[in-house]
Nanobody
């Protein structure tokens, strides 16, 4: 059984930083494209960023480019989302997702991903 478990969410002031983790069990992330999505209240879930299985390629949404960084530790089977210069509009539930098909380009749509975590809340106070 594949499980993705996010952690690291919380309350942070605007301008601050937070790092989210996504621990994967049941499957090696070395064979996955890993992504982060987020969903704010009343809005659709949106793509934040992704990283390929070897970490050689990344993609990020324009709204977070230059502020958020995705990385992975295949030995720990964990993916990270480092968020800097947080803004109130970054407030959302953040979800980790995995694509097992190993196809490029990196997908930005929800239906590109096969497995999902339960989400972790990030709240940025202004």
């Amino acid at each position: 059984q594949v499980q993705l478990v996010e952690s690291g969410g919380g309350l942070v002031q605007a301008g601050g930083s937070l790092t989210l983790s996504c621990a994967v069990s049941g499957l090696s992330i070395g064979s996955l494209i890993m992504a982060w999505f987020r969903q704010a209240p009343g809005k659709e879930r949106e793509f934040v960023g992704a990283i390929t299985w070897g970490g050689g390629r990344t993609d990020a949404a324009d709204a977070v480019k230059g502020r958020f960084t995705i990385s992975r530790d295949n030995a720990l089977n964990t993916v990270y989302l480092k968020m800097n210069s947080l803004k109130s509009e970054d407030t959302a539930v953040y979800y980790c997702a995995a694509d097992k098909t190993l196809t490029l380009p990196i997908g930005r749509e929800m239906n590109s991903y096969d497995y999902w975590g339960q989400g972790t809340q990030v709240t940025v106070s202004s």
